[in-house]
């Protein structure tokens, strides 16, 4: 195996992340929708069982339940339940009920300086990478991509988010093991593209979100850190595009190493023959990088799924497709 990449050398030296307080069974937790909109009310009431069911108390924001077109809400209304669940020294951490599209609207009405002086922890995953990234870039604490609070809960996630938020914990994520999880092992197989090991600080999400925000204010440094993104419903020629375009910005050049999650449903439109596959647009783009590099980690648009804080070091190993976190997220 090999040594741990340089790069990941200039993230050692880079000031660590503030470590927002761990979740402790009985805190009240905050539910927003920075982006799009629930249409059954029933939904949120389960939503709500599911917070009760991890021991928190759910408070909705005071626009939960609104609609404007396909955002949950306008701009402005979105962007205030944020600053209000962060302004209210009641919650102790706020949950994404959903992504779909909309945080990247909201990011120039967000109260940063309130944001930054009340560090929280921000759970969610697909659109809220836009959310993620602008926290890692100006606030500086902890955010965790994980499960929507509507996600499926299953115990595989339910125990790795808790690891992470609850326990204060420096876990190694790694795909289920054991007969009952075959089906997630298959969809998580492991494919390296560059073995060894990287160190660095945790940083990406959404693809397609990510390659939205090139170009803006609203992206943390990537120099030194560990990259990880996944996707859902992209063909293989559009995951090609974003990486170019992460290519020629110059951010897959500054990584210590790249952990690609699941990229479900980017099958080809049409018939593939004569066409690459996902993974082989991966192997063209990371394999040139010289860098521990693989696809298969157990987090996207998949019904289990592990938490991955942004902003603490952590070292990869893209042999075996583990991420191993190497300092709390939690204070």
């Known amino acids: 195996m ?22 402790r069974e009985g805190d009240t937790v905050g539910l927003i929708e920075p982006a799009g909109f629930t249409d059954d009310a029933f939904d949120l009431d389960l939503v709500e069982d599911t917070i009760r069911a991890m021991g928190l108390k759910p408070k909705r924001a005071p ?9 949950a809400g306008k701009d402005a209304d979105r962007a205030s339940d944020v600053n209000a ?11 994404a009920v959903r992504g779909g599209w909309g945080c990247a609207r909201i990011l120039p009405l967000l109260d940063w300086k309130k944001i930054r002086s009340n560090p929280k922890l921000l759970i969610g995953f697909s ?10 870039a100006k606030a500086g604490f902890t955010t965790i991509h994980g499960p929507n609070a509507s996600s499926s809960w299953g115990q595989y996630s339910w125990d790795a988010f808790r690891a992470v938020a609850f326990d204060a914990g420096t876990p190694t994520l790694t795909n289920p093991q054991g007969h009952e999880d075959r089906l997630a092992q298959r969809i998580g197989r492991v494919r390296s593209f560059g073995t060894g090991v990287a160190r660095g600080r945790l940083l990406g999400g959404n693809l397609t979100v990510l390659a939205a925000l090139m170009g803006t204010p609203w992206l943390p440094d990537f120099a030194g850190a560990i990259l990880f ?32 999650g699941q990229c479900t449903d980017c099958g080809a439109a049409g018939p593939s023959y004569g066409g690459f ?38 070292e990869m190993d893209a042999t075996t497709g583990t991420i191993r976190l190497l300092e709390p997220a939690v204070s």
């Not at 626009?63 to 955002?71: A, E, K, N, P, Q």
């Open 2 to 23: 090999l040594a741990a990449h340089t790069p990941s050398a200039m993230a050692a030296t880079a000031p660590g992340p503030i470590k927002p307080r761990r979740l």
């Open 63 to 71: 626009h939960l339940i609104d609609r404007y077109g396909y955002l």
């Open 85 to 95: 669940m962060f302004a209210d020294p009641a919650i102790s951490a706020i949950f």
């Open 127 to 136: 659109d809220i990478t836009a959310l993620h990234l602008a926290f890692a």
């Open 229 to 260: 993104i996944e996707d859902i419903g992209e063909a293989p020629y559009r995951i090609d595009r974003m990486l170019t375009q992460l290519k020629l910005g110059g951010i897959l050049d500054k990584l210590a190493g790249v952990a690609f």
């Open 277 to 314: 596959t996902v993974s082989e647009v991966l192997q063209q783009h990371l394999a040139p990088l010289g860098i521990p590099a693989f696809q298969g980690g157990q987090f996207g648009h998949v019904a289990n799924q592990y938490s991955l804080p942004l902003g603490i070091q952590a």
